[in-house]
């Protein structure tokens, strides 16, 4: 597989990772929400949408970088060794996936 094409494939990989994360964290509470009696709920709907907006951010920041890494943007590849190196201080998953970023954004991408 061409390395533009191994970028792209990453991000779409990291902007699913990052929905399932929001809703496997906002899940729960969404529950307690619904369900408690008496609890502050000005809290957990804080927290709710403070983590769906980060959510969301992250997800559109992959999505829209896979789509220029499949067209081979310069600009991708920018913002792929940039989003990599932030990764690297997110031991030890972080720094996997962020040095794979780095090396799939460092390879030829062809016509650029």
Request: hydrophobic share 55%.
């Amino acid at each position: 597989m061409e390395p533009h094409l191994k970028t792209a494939q990453a991000h779409r990989f990291l902007a699913i990772g990052y929905l399932s994360l929001s809703i496997f964290i906002v899940a729960p509470l969404w529950v307690v929400s619904r369900t408690s009696n008496g609890i502050d709920l000005s809290r957990i709907i804080f927290a709710e949408t403070v983590v769906l907006t980060a959510g969301c951010i992250f997800v559109a920041l992959h999505l829209v970088v896979a789509f220029g890494a499949k067209r081979k943007k310069s600009w991708a590849r920018t913002m792929t060794n940039l989003i990599g190196v932030v990764m690297l201080f997110a031991f030890p998953i972080g720094t996997v996936i962020g040095g794979y970023l780095i090396w799939t954004g460092a390879e030829k991408w062809g016509d650029v």
